[in-house]
Nanobody, 116 residues
């Protein structure tokens, strides 16, 4: 069992940036895939980005070029750097950990809200 705790969410304005952090209670070396998902009000949870244990990254089209996922295995931490934020990025962002591909563990989420 591992606990994932997200932080770093908040209010952001057009073109702003945030860095989300996901801290794991145990080593993340065991997980093949760490990821970030998000869920906007009234919508289903959707994938944002993933990173393999080897550092290979994958991004959904709607964040490609704006978001960067990274992992620090020594600190058991995964990051999501979000730049050029848009109103449609407003959502609760969740960290996930997968032994293979499908998430086995989820964090509690951190809210990102676009402020006009």
């Amino acid at each position: 069992q591992v606990q994932l705790v997200e932080s770093g969410g908040g209010l952001v304005q057009a073109g702003g940036s945030l860095r989300l952090t996901c801290a794991a209670s145990k080593s993340i070396y065991r997980f093949n895939l760490m990821g970030w998902y998000r869920q906007a009000p009234g919508k289903q949870r959707e994938l944002v980005a993933t990173i393999t244990s080897g550092g290979r990254t994958n991004y959904e089209d709607y964040v490609k070029g704006r978001f960067t996922i990274s992992r620090d295995n020594a600190r058991n931490t995964v990051y999501l750097q979000m730049n050029s934020l848009k109103p449609e990025d407003t959502a609760v962002y969740y960290c996930s950990a997968a032994y293979v591909t499908s998430p086995n563990y989820w964090g509690q989420g951190t809210q990102v809200t676009f402020s006009s």
